[in-house]
């Protein structure tokens, strides 16, 4: 069982590119978020979805952008990438239901930005 | 919308001394609370919960938190650090309705000394 699975694990981009960031469960969850880490800041929500076909935004969503097609993936597009993205992200699945249980995290991707 | 407040970002403590990392929230609704820890350049692992039901939780790694509504309080404590408890440690909330999102504190270094 694979849980989460985040890739890649580290990036390197140069100001202006753009990636994907990839996200993968395989528990069947309804629910998927993607959280950005930065010191002194803790963990902010940046995009999440309820379901297939199902976004919104959450805290820092500007940059980012998501979609939903199926319920295993929820990539995270950064469109034009700025040093202020960098940052360590996480991806997280749980089911929909608050007091189902709890959220399963990926291992995190280390994207800086230069 | 709920909030999280962890007013200690680094604690120190001594191998085989008590420990309390303490953490505070608001919310306008009913909530959900959880510790989770991660270790260095790990994702974020459950430590545990509080979802109804007794005040004291429990986890299987000595740690215990206890929900303080009064006080809107959930401060995790252990009686004896290990060497192997060093690591951040995270304060999040969720609210019992509507998304199904989680708020994180900034975290805490815990840094067992030997």
């Known amino acids: 069982n694979a849980g989460v699975t985040q890739t890649p694990k580290f990036q390197v981009l140069k100001t202006g590119q753009s990636m994907t960031l990839q996200c993968a469960q395989d528990m069947n969850h309804e629910y998927m978020s993607w959280y950005r880490q930065d010191p002194g800041m803790g963990l902010r929500l940046i995009h999440y979805s309820v379901g297939a076909g199902i976004t919104d935004q959450g805290e820092v969503p500007n940059g980012y952008n998501v979609s939903r097609s199926t319920t295993e993936d929820f990539p995270l597009r950064l469109l034009s990438a700025a040093p202020s993205q960098t940052s360590v992200y996480f991806c997280?699945?749980?089911?929909?239901?608050?007091?189902?249980?709890?959220?399963?995290f990926g291992q995190g991707t280390r994207l800086t930005v230069v | 919308a709920q909030s999280v407040t962890q007013l200690d970002s680094q604690v120190p403590v001594f191998e085989e001394a008590p420990v309390e990392l303490r953490c505070n929230y608001s919310?306008?609704?009913?909530?959900?609370l959880f510790w989770y820890v991660q270790y260095p350049n790990q994702g974020l692992q459950l430590l545990l919960k509080?979802?109804?039901?007794?005040?004291l939780v429990e986890s299987i790694n000595g740690f215990e938190a206890e929900f303080n509504k009064s006080q809107t309080s959930f401060h995790l404590r252990k009686p004896s650090v290990h060497i192997s408890d060093t690591a951040e440690y995270f304060c999040a909330v969720k609210g019992r309705t509507g998304a199904n999102n989680l708020f994180f504190g900034t975290g805490t270094r815990l840094t067992v000394i030997p």
């Open positions: 997280a699945s749980s089911y929909s239901n608050p007091g189902r249980t709890e959220a399963f």
């Open positions: 919310s306008s609704v009913s909530v959900y």
């Open positions: 509080y979802l109804s039901g007794s005040t």
